[in-house]
């Protein structure tokens, strides 16, 4: 399972069917689970901890120092979680001791091939990042979201669950659940209908979804008004929540 021309440290704690390529390097403080594979030329370090049924194809570089002129050497950690694909010449960052000291990659998601996430990202599960997608430090991306290809987040953006992005897109605020978002600087245009089909939600939550981000971008409101009356939709429509907890929590303002 682990080729000969691969370079193990002996403090790294590796599953017993963990398979390593040729010419990769696992460093002291790596963890591996079970059933996860390691491409060729792949570089593993920090204290990283990688989960069960990766795999992590070739050129990729994970748990490397941040790109942070404050980074002082710092014991900081990169976890990455189950069942996620990560393809060629990746690059995940470890955290650094200003944010919470990790950054984190969920389970079952989809990295396409140069994908760059900075110190203290927060990926959730089942997201896909086409290729080139770029995340400065601090991003939070949650669940079911698509990046297009080359979409680039500006540090401390928060993208909600479900969103997509078009090809291309500059995100320097927030983007809402549910939310379609493209251009340079990214800005609204509907939601993700067909995806929320596709992952089980009923036609009238996605109605409901649609009379929301008419609320939100449509209706001449403040933010603050629309808040307040996505809140008294959600009384009938659960999924509205998400979107009323994700405004409450927006520093950076939301795209409009």
Same mark, same amino acid.
């Given at each position: 399972?682990? @080729?000969?021309?691969?370079? =193990? @440290?002996?403090?790294?704690?590796?599953?017993? #069917?963990?398979?390593?390529?040729?010419?990769?390097?696992?460093?002291?403080?790596?963890?591996?689970?079970?059933?996860?594979?390691?491409? +060729?030329?792949?570089?593993?370090?920090?204290?990283?901890?990688?989960?069960?049924?990766?795999?992590?194809?070739?050129?990729? /570089? %994970?748990?490397?120092?941040?790109? #942070?002129?404050?980074?002082?050497?710092?014991?900081?950690?990169?976890? =990455?979680?189950?069942?996620?694909? =990560?393809?060629?010449?990746?690059?995940?960052?470890?955290?650094?001791?200003?944010?919470?000291?990790?950054?984190?990659?969920? #389970? @079952?998601?989809?990295?396409?091939?140069?994908?760059?996430? *900075?110190?203290?990202?927060?990926?959730?599960?089942?997201?896909?990042? *086409?290729?080139?997608?770029?995340?400065?430090?601090?991003?939070?991306?949650?669940?079911?979201?698509?990046?297009?290809?080359?979409?680039?987040? @500006?540090?401390?953006?928060?993208?909600?669950?479900?969103?997509?992005?078009?090809?291309?897109?500059?995100?320097?605020?927030? =983007? +809402?659940?549910?939310?379609?978002?493209?251009?340079?600087?990214?800005?609204?245009?509907?939601?993700? /209908?067909?995806?929320?089909?596709?992952?089980?939600? /009923? /036609?009238? $939550?996605?109605?409901?979804?649609?009379?929301?981000?008419?609320?939100?971008?449509?209706?001449?409101?403040?933010?603050?008004?629309?808040?307040?009356?996505?809140?008294?939709? $959600?009384?009938? !429509? !659960?999924? %509205?929540?998400?979107?009323?907890?994700? %405004?409450?929590?927006?520093?950076?303002?939301?795209?409009?």
């Amino acid at each position: 399972m682990l @080729h000969p021309t691969a370079i =193990i @440290h002996p403090g790294a704690k590796l599953a017993d #069917d963990v398979e390593v390529g040729p010419y990769s390097i696992i460093g002291e403080h790596v963890e591996i689970g079970a059933g996860t594979v390691v491409g +060729p030329h792949v570089v593993i370090g920090g204290h990283t901890r990688i989960g069960r049924h990766n795999r992590i194809f070739q050129f990729s /570089s %994970l748990g490397e120092i941040p790109q #942070d002129k404050k980074y002082a050497g710092e014991p900081t950690r990169l976890e =990455i979680g189950d069942h996620n694909i =990560i393809r060629e010449f990746c690059t995940f960052n470890l955290g650094t001791a200003q944010d919470v000291g990790v950054t984190r990659v969920g #389970d @079952h998601n989809w990295i396409m091939a140069y994908v760059h996430l *900075a110190h203290d990202c927060q990926i959730g599960n089942r997201t896909i990042f *086409a290729n080139n997608a770029q995340l400065a430090g601090h991003v939070v991306v949650d669940d079911y979201a698509i990046l297009g290809g080359f979409t680039g987040v @500006h540090q401390f953006c928060q993208i909600g669950a479900h969103v997509m992005t078009g090809v291309g897109t500059v995100v320097l605020q927030d =983007i +809402p659940p549910y939310v379609t978002a493209s251009g340079n600087p990214a800005a609204p245009h509907g939601i993700n /209908s067909e995806g929320l089909k596709r992952r089980g939600f /009923s /036609s009238g $939550a996605v109605m409901a979804v649609k009379r929301a981000y008419k609320t939100l971008y449509k209706a001449g409101l403040s933010l603050e008004q629309a808040k307040e009356t996505i809140l008294e939709q $959600a009384d009938t !429509h !659960h999924e %509205l929540h998400a979107l009323v907890d994700f %405004l409450s929590r927006s520093e950076r303002g939301i795209v409009r």
